[in-house]
């Protein structure tokens, strides 16, 4: 007999046509899962630990997998399962595992990836935690990394060695907006035996790396996937094998370093998901208004919506269209004083919050150089084009984004930049 009730089973049986083409959007909205009680979420697992018919059974999980059998909630629980498994869709990857935090997801990724001797070759324009892991961290268990700029493939290529075991790049980079060429770091990589691990945070839906090559794709699920700003979670989607060998009760860091998502975060991140696309597109938009209506005026804007962007064509050739060209963009003020004057203003003046973190439905805005990349050392910034005056916008979800940008015209004035 049937588990499911009757409309369950209706529901699962039904087949729907496929679309044409990959379509994460559609992906995550074939995702179904139920609750215990044919609820329309699925039920969250308030439980640690579970428990087992017999002994036999027990001893057979810790050899290996069984399908639908749960052991321990720091391996993984059914809340984070769900997740994982519309996340795997998402990016069209086979498999997914969901962790405490975005950086977690990037370390357990390299620490598996490396061991004591091994080397990455890694984008210089990432997030200032991840250059921090690789610059600081790795090295005291001996894996060290080479920064490179990863538009240009080849220096990727000059940087790899006999010990190289992985190229890091984030398909759009934080905070300057470089659009990286996957296909062709995917070519570069398969070419030396490497494996080539993209952080999606900037562009969920816009950019499927593993559709293009990638062989595994880290995602801080705080900033856009989540959308609200209330909590800290990341994800790691990639092959079966190699979810497996992260979650190895012997030997994997997720299982052994413990950096799990709570099964309560795990189903809110999950309905706020389903909105994802939606917020995408609306990011976007505004973003891409505000940066024509700012460049406009005569300021120094960065949007890879915006042809004269070093990286437009590449992202316009490569990303899934419906989606536009991501809700950040950067206004170089001229020099950090400047910055910190029209920050005030636009926070007093409501525009938004003047704070780190991106992804949220309200406007956030600060200097990156001072804050979210200032790990990295000054003349690294300088080498890659990261100037003080430099403002990283991550546009909201405004309704009347005209009123946004005569408010922010104002700013402007009284901040001496127009
Ligand atoms: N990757 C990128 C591109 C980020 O911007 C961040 C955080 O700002 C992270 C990873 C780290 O994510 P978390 O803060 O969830 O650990």
């Given at each position: 007999m049937s588990r499911f009730s009757p409309i369950i089973e209706s529901f699962l049986n039904t087949t729907r046509e496929s679309a044409m083409s990959f379509d994460p959007a559609t992906e995550v909205q074939d995702f179904l899962a139920f609750g215990e009680?044919?609820?329309?979420n699925p039920s969250i697992t308030d439980s640690s630990t579970y428990t087992f018919l017999n002994p036999e059974k027990m001893e057979e999980l810790f050899d290996h997998e069984i399908e639908g059998c749960f052991l321990y909630s720091r391996h993984v629980n059914p809340s984070a399962k769900y997740l994982a498994d519309a996340l795997a869709r998402m990016e069209g990857g086979e498999a997914a595992q969901v962790m405490g935090s975005g950086m977690a997801a990037i370390a357990c990724t390299l620490m598996q990836l490396c061991s004591a001797g091994d080397h990455i070759v890694s984008s210089r324009t990432i997030y200032g935690g991840s250059y921090a892991l690789m610059k600081n961290l790795l090295p005291r268990w001996g894996i060290t990394t080479s920064f490179v700029d990863a538009t240009d493939l080849d220096k990727v290529r000059a940087a790899i060695t006999d010990t190289t075991k992985a190229i890091y790049v984030e398909t759009?980079?934080?905070?300057?907006?470089e659009v990286n060429d996957i296909k062709e770091l995917a070519a570069l990589a398969r070419e030396h035996d490497l494996k080539l691990v993209v952080d999606n945070t900037f562009t969920p839906m816009i950019f499927s790396p593993l559709k293009q090559g990638a062989d595994i794709v880290v995602h801080s699920?705080?900033?856009?996937?989540?959308?609200?700003?209330d909590c800290i979670g990341g994800a790691v989607i990639a092959g079966k094998e190699f979810i497996a060998s992260l979650m190895d009760i012997n030997c994997g860091p997720s299982m052994l370093l413990g950096p799990v998502l709570d099964s309560f975060r795990a189903s809110s991140i999950l309905k706020n998901l389903h909105s994802l696309h939606i917020r995408m597109k609306k990011h976007g938009e505004n973003a891409m208004f505000l940066s024509k209506h700012l460049k406009e005026k005569g300021l120094d804007i960065h949007y890879p919506g915006l042809p004269d962007h070093p990286g437009h064509a590449l992202m316009n050739a490569t990303r899934?269209?419906?989606?536009?060209?991501?809700g950040i963009l950067t206004l170089d003020a001229g020099n950090v004083e400047r910055a910190g004057q029209l920050m005030n203003l636009m926070q007093q003046r409501k525009?938004?919050?003047?704070?780190?973190?991106?992804?949220?439905f309200k406007t956030l805005f600060s200097a990156p150089g001072h804050s979210t990349s200032s790990e990295i050392p000054d003349e690294e910034q300088k080498a890659m084009g990261l100037t003080d005056g430099l403002i990283r916008i991550s546009i909201?979800?405004?309704?009347e984004i005209h009123r946004t940008a005569v408010t922010i015209d104002g700013c402007l004035k009284d901040a001496g930049l127009i």
């Open positions: 009680f044919g609820g329309v759009l980079s934080n905070p300057l907006l699920l705080t900033k856009f996937i989540n959308g609200t700003s899934n269209d419906s989606y536009g060209f991501g525009v938004g919050y003047l704070a780190v973190s991106l992804g949220y909201g979800l405004d309704n």
